[in-house]
Nanobody, 126 residues
Framework: QVHLVESGGGTVQPGASLRLSCAVS????????WGWFRQAPGKERTFVGA????????LIADSVKGRFIVSTDDAKHTMYLQMNNLEPGDPAVYHC???????????????????WGQGTPVTVSS
């Protein structure tokens, strides 16, 4: 089992920046790919970005490319989502998840992630 805990959400103005953290523990040695997804009220969970923490390869959704950056601190077993220039379409509960197997590749598909955190909410208001 992989345990993930998100933090860093809050309420910010449009155009502001925010950094989310995802602390990962448990069977991290059997995983390679961690990802960020977001879910707005009444909508399905959608892909934001993912990273292979062993190689630092990343996959970023077109909707946030150029504004959001996914990274890891391997010593701290933590994944980050740096969100810049937040827009009205960005508010959601942000979840981090993990693919279960060592050889699982980067993926944007929510169903291919098996372990999830509880989420941290991000709101944008003026």
């Amino acid at each position: 089992q992989v345990h993930l805990v998100e933090s860093g959400g809050g309420t910010v103005q449009p155009g502001a920046s925010l950094r989310l953290s995802c602390a990962v523990s448990g069977r991290t040695t059997t995983t390679s790919v961690w990802g960020w997804f977001r879910q707005a009220p009444g909508k399905e969970r959608t892909f934001v970005g993912a990273i292979n923490w062993r190689t630092d390869d990343t996959l970023i959704a077109d909707s946030v490319k150029g504004r959001f950056i996914v990274s890891t601190d391997d010593a701290k077993h933590t994944m980050y989502l740096q969100m810049n220039n937040l827009e009205p379409g960005d508010p959601a509960v942000y979840h981090c998840g993990a693919r279960p197997n060592l050889r699982d590749p980067l993926s944007s598909q929510v169903e291919e992630y098996t372990d999830w955190g509880q989420g941290t909410p991000v709101t944008v208001s003026s």
